[in-house]
């Protein structure tokens, strides 16, 4: 099951917590620039992602760049 140990809001102002892997990140501004490091496979750099855009996958960061850019990101 997908978000059994919760998520994250991601937003400019996230603090990332040590340790911390996500499984899906969902956008849920109107759009936003996003930086993930995945695992395994691809990662993205300030990628531009509109609402309702779901990633899966391991990730190990997940950032935002602009004031009111802001995701979900379901822990793992």
């Known amino acids: 099951m997908m978000g059994q140990f919760g998520f994250r809001k991601i937003d400019s102002s ?3 917590v040590a340790g ?5 990140i969902e956008i849920v501004s ?3 620039t996003v ?4 695992v395994n496979g691809d990662s993205l750099s300030s990628e531009l992602l509109v609402q309702g ?3 899966y996958g391991l990730f190990s960061a997940v950032s935002v760049s602009g004031a009111s ?3 979900i990101a379901y822990i793992a």
């Open 69 to 71: 850019d802001v995701v």
């Open 35 to 38: 930086t993930v490091t995945s």
């Open 20 to 24: 911390e892997y996500y499984r899906i």
């Open 53 to 55: 855009t779901k990633l």
């Open 30 to 32: 109107t759009d936003a």
């Open 14 to 16: 996230f603090t990332p």
